[in-house]
C-alpha cells in the first residue's frame, strides 16, 4: 500500500518582516483566503486510487491539478491553528518568530494556542482510522504541519519514507507499508538478475 502526502501549492500571500500580534492575526486571516501559485508537480506516473483533501481552499485547488477523480473533502485535514504566543501591543517581532514560537507554544500546551499536540494527533488517527484501506494508493493534500505531524503517525502504522523536517509546497512525498516495500525489493532484485 502507498500513501502520497502532498502540501497545496505556494500560497501568494506577501508579509511584513516585522509585525505585532494584532498584524500577525490578519496575515493569518488574510492567508486562508489567499490564492496559490500554481506549478507543475511530479506524481511518478502513479495511478492513485482515491484523493483525500483538506477543505482549505489551497488544498482544494491544489488537489485538481493533480487528481482527475472526485475529492474527498475532510475538514480533519486542516492545517494546525497557530495564534500569537504573546499579545505586544504596538512592539513588533519578526515575522518567522511569531511561527517559531507558535509552533513551540503548540508543543507546550500553551492555552493560547487554539489546538494541542494532543488534539492534533487525535484528529490524525480519526482520520486514518476512517480511510478507505483497501485501496493501494491513496493521495493525501493538506498542509506542512500536519504533514510533518502525519508522517510520524504513519510510521507508527508500518510505513516507512523520508523523516521530513521541511515539507515543500507542490512536493509529493511517498509512505508504503512493510508489505509493499518487500514486494518493490523483490522486484529490484529480479530486475538486476533477471
Known amino acids: 500500500m502507498r500513501i502520497g502526502l502532498l502540501r497545496h501549492f505556494k500560497v501568494n500571500c506577501p508579509h511584513k518582516r ?27 506516473g502513479i495511478k492513485w486510487d482515491v484523493c483525500y483533501v483538506s477543505d482549505m481552499p489551497r488544498a482544494i485547488t491544489t488537489a485538481k491539478e493533480v487528481y482527475d477523480g472526485t475529492l474527498k473533502v475532510d ?5 494546525v491553528d497557530i495564534a500569537p504566543f504573546i499579545h505586544t501591543g504596538p512592539i513588533k517581532l519578526p515575522f518567522e518568530l511569531w511561527h517559531i514560537c507558535g509552533r513551540i507554544a503548540w508543543l507546550f500546551r500553551s492555552r493560547r494556542q487554539p489546538e494541542s499536540i494532543k488534539g492534533t ?20 493534500v493538506f498542509h506542512g504541519f500536519m504533514i510533518y505531524n502525519f508522517q510520524k503517525e504513519l510510521r507508527k502504522r508500518g510505513f516507512y519514507g523520508d523523516k521530513l523536517k521541511v515539507i515543500k509546497n507542490g512536493v509529493l512525498y511517498e509512505y508504503v507499508r512493510e508489505a509493499v ?5 523483490d522486484e529490484n532484485l529480479t530486475d538486476l538478475c533477471g
Not at 19 to 44: A, D, G, H, L
Not at 129 to 138: G, T, V
Open 18 to 44: 516585522m509585525m505585532t500580534s494584532k498584524e500577525f492575526i490578519e496575515w493569518s486571516q488574510k492567508y486562508e483566503v489567499s490564492k496559490v501559485i500554481k506549478k507543475k508537480v511530479e506524481m511518478y
Open 75 to 79: 475538514k480533519l485535514l486542516r492545517e
Open 121 to 140: 494527533k487525535q484528529r490524525i488517527n480519526k482520520f486514518l482510522d476512517r480511510i478507505d484501506w483497501s485501496k493501494d494508493n491513496i493521495l493525501i
Open 181 to 185: 516495500r518487500d514486494e518493490l525489493e
